[in-house]
């Protein structure tokens, strides 16, 4: 289970837009439904996709939030 989160956290460093992203995250769900069919594998990765993406909406806020901090207003 190790590798399956291994790979998640690399996908959303390689995936410097939100098109791309979704386009690799896209890939790797239609991969993991060819290679794990069971049903359990499904509530698996469906609590690894919230993972994934509250991990990336969390990196947006911060740079948001860093950009914000960086930029004068007025």
Same mark, same amino acid.
């Given at each position: +289970?190790?590798?399956?989160?291994?790979?998640?956290?690399? &996908? @959303?460093?390689?995936?410097?837009?939100? &098109?791309?992203?979704? $386009?690799?995250? @896209?890939?790797?769900?239609? +991969?993991? %439904? =060819?290679?794990?069919?069971?049903?359990?594998?499904?509530?698996?990765?469906?609590?690894? %996709? $919230?993972? &994934? =993406?509250?991990?990336?909406?969390?990196?947006?806020?911060?740079?948001?939030?860093? $950009?914000?901090?960086?930029?004068? @207003?007025?």
């Amino acid at each position: +289970m190790y590798p399956l989160l291994h790979i998640h956290f690399n &996908i @959303i460093r390689q995936g410097k837009t939100t &098109i791309q992203y979704t $386009y690799r995250l @896209i890939q790797l769900t239609t +991969m993991f %439904f =060819i290679n794990h069919r069971s049903f359990l594998s499904y509530f698996i990765f469906k609590s690894y %996709f $919230y993972i &994934i =993406i509250g991990v990336y909406i969390r990196q947006e806020i911060l740079n948001n939030l860093l $950009y914000l901090s960086n930029t004068k @207003i007025g």
